[in-house]
C-alpha cells in the first residue's frame, strides 16, 4: 500500500466513526422524552454544529495538504 492508500483508509476510519457517532447521538436524541418540536430543533442546532466543525476540519485538511503535500503524519493531528 502506498502513503496514499494510508491517509485515504484513515480518512474512511474517521468518516465512518463520525457517522456512527452522528446516527448514534439522533437516535438518542429522538427516542429521549421530549416533546416532538423541542427534539427537532434541538437536533437542527447540533447538526448545524457538526456541519460547521466539519468543514472548518476539511479547511483545515486541505490547507495542510496544500501546504505540505508530501506529510502524511500531520493528517489528522
Known amino acids: 500500500m502506498t502513503k496514499n492508500d494510508d491517509t485515504n483508509a ?3 476510519l474517521l468518516a465512518g466513526v463520525g457517522l456512527g457517532a452522528i446516527i448514534g447521538a439522533a437516535a438518542g436524541l429522538l427516542l429521549a422524552p421530549k416533546a416532538g418540536e ?8 447540533k447538526m448545524k454544529e457538526l456541519k460547521t466543525k466539519t468543514e472548518e476540519w476539511m479547511a483545515e485538511q486541505k490547507a495542510k495538504r496544500v501546504a505540505n503535500p508530501g506529510s502524511v503524519e500531520e493528517l489528522g493531528a
Open 10 to 12: 484513515f480518512l474512511y
Open 38 to 45: 423541542e427534539t427537532r430543533e434541538e437536533l437542527a442546532e
